[in-house]
């Protein structure tokens, strides 16, 4: 099953996929096995045997290596995301300067209501979608700024849940949903995933002449991560990127303070503009650990 899997992918429809979304797809379907057993809705455990595998560590940094000398690392140099900043539109503008100021991917973009941003503090507070993770991230000049044209300039919501987003497409809905296609019994069909960030941040990299094989609106979450490792300050750069801290440090470390989160995020400013100014002055508030 996983060599059809990595061919044709799970319905045998689209095309193969790699090792890290095999992982993510056995995942999933060992879990709907598991779920059913528990429920009672079959009446032993299935046994996967080597069919339901997951690939190994060792595959999967082969193929990375790989990937990476045929296409580069999934970086981008300061001055293309400076490029990127000028030449795109406030909503994308804005998302770019969140996903290199702070780490954001394309479902924490979608997904940020407008009661996280402190315009005053100038800092977003706001769980990570993806993992439920407490995150703090102070906001660059530039973002701030970005964010309030974006807000101003907002399209009229679809619904009362699209209006508490900070962003929305001009029909009024989030940038990353799901579209749900129902049978005529309203039974569902199938289930699509719609990335209007990732659709927009690819045809601003084609117009740039940026577009290269595996770089995509994710690759500033690396870029952030990279430059931002240069603090040594893991546990800040954890916070901010919505990530828990490892072992008993997550437990012990109760407050981690806006003054070492605001000297990890004005260092990466400092590598895209190239210049040491900080956001604002430091804040002495304390931010509370997970």
């Known amino acids: 099953m996983r060599l059809h899997i990595s061919r044709r992918g799970l319905t045998g429809k689209s095309k193969g996929l790699g090792p890290h979304?095999?992982?993510r797809v056995i995942t999933i379907v060992r879990s709907i096995f598991k779920h059913a057993y528990d429920s009672d809705l079959i009446d032993r455990p299935v046994k996967f045997g080597a069919a339901l595998d997951r690939p190994s560590a060792t595959l999967k940094r082969r193929i990375r290596r790989a990937a990476e000398m045929e296409n580069g690392k999934r970086l981008f140099e300061p001055a293309e995301i400076r490029a990127m900043i000028q030449a795109a539109e406030p909503p994308l503008r804005a998302m770019i300067l969140l996903g290199i100021n702070g780490g954001f991917g394309n479902t924490d973009c979608a997904s940020l209501p407008v009661k996280a941003v402190d315009f005053t503090q100038a800092v977003i507070e706001f769980d990570r979608p993806k993992t439920g993770i407490e995150r703090v991230v102070p906001l660059w000049p530039e973002t701030l700024e970005a964010l309030h044209q974006t807000i101003d300039k907002k399209p009229k919501a679809a619904n009362d849940e699209a209006?508490?987003?900070?962003?929305?497409?001009?029909?009024?809905?989030?940038?990353v949903r799901e579209i749900v296609h129902r049978s005529a019994d309203n039974g569902i069909e199938k289930v699509v995933p719609l990335d209007a960030i990732g659709h927009e941040f690819s045809k601003l990299l084609s117009r740039l002449g940026m577009k290269r094989k595996g770089l995509g609106f994710y690759a500033l979450r690396h870029t952030f991560r990279t430059w931002a490792d240069e603090v040594r300050d893991q546990h800040a750069i954890h916070r901010i990127m919505g990530h828990t801290i490892p072992?008993?440090?997550?437990?012990?470390?109760?407050?981690?303070?806006?003054?070492?989160?605001?000297?990890?995020?004005?260092?990466?400013?400092?590598?895209?503009?190239?210049?040491?100014?900080?956001?604002?002055?430091?804040a002495s508030t304390a931010v509370s650990a997970t």
């Open 247 to 282: 072992g008993m440090s997550g437990i012990y470390v109760e407050e981690i303070s806006l003054d070492r989160l605001r000297a990890v995020v004005n260092h990466v400013r400092s590598k895209l503009f190239g210049t040491a100014e900080t956001s604002q002055p430091a």
């Open 163 to 175: 209006a508490r987003l900070v962003f929305l497409t001009v029909f009024g809905k989030p940038w």
């Open 21 to 23: 979304a095999q992982s």
